[in-house]
């Protein structure tokens, strides 16, 4: 590698900085590199724009001779004797409501009202079950068409049973 690609290098280094959007550790590493490649090659240090140190980050020694980055240790916080903020309630879900003995579960609800001779329509299975859209749906294709085997065929919004 010639000089020139040297100084290439360690410029290119150089601008790996914070604001050009590398982490401090990575800004401090690429100015270690770069001061590692100016001082083994013997180059001339004042030719290259050096930065500042990245935050967290100090240089001890000069850049491009025999300059060390190093991590600055963080100051631990004081400790003070405030009570805790208390914690948020769980966001947990309640457990699934239990059917009394004897009362029809949702797929044999859907099935007596897809089987009455008008048949019923998305938003009156939705409302008696109080379910979500996609679960009245589901019931009609789960419970209905692949459990019972029934053919179901929906005719201008409503779902018969057919055959």
């Known amino acids: 590698m010639t000089t020139s690609n040297h100084y290439r290098k360690a410029r290119a280094l150089v601008a790996k900085i914070e604001a050009n959007g590398c982490t401090a550790g990575e800004a401090a590493s690429a100015l270690q ?24 980050y100090t240089v001890e020694g000069t850049l491009g001779v ?3 980055v190093i991590k600055v240790e963080a100051e631990e916080p004081a400790t003070t004797n405030a009570p805790k ?21 949702q797929g044999e609800r859907v099935a007596e009202m897809v089987d009455r001779p008008d048949g ?9 079950l ?9 019931l009609i294709t789960v419970h209905l068409r692949k459990k019972r085997g029934w053919k179901v065929v929906c005719r201008d919004g409503r779902y018969y049973r057919e055959g």
């Not at 590199?33 to 967290?56: C, F, N, Q, Y």
């Not at 699934?96 to 579960?105: H, I, K, Q, V, Y």
């Not at 019923?120 to 008696?128: C, F, G, H, K």
């Open 33 to 56: 590199t770069a001061s590692d490649i100016v001082a083994k090659h013997g180059l001339e240090p004042s030719r290259i724009d050096w930065p500042v140190a990245p935050a967290g």
């Open 66 to 68: 025999d300059a060390k």
């Open 85 to 105: 903020t208390p914690r948020r309630p769980s966001s947990r879900k309640l457990p699934p409501r239990t059917r009394a003995a004897g009362e029809p579960t």
């Open 120 to 128: 019923t329509s998305l938003v009156e299975i939705i409302e008696a």
């Open 130 to 138: 109080e379910i979500l859209p996609h679960s009245a749906r589901a």
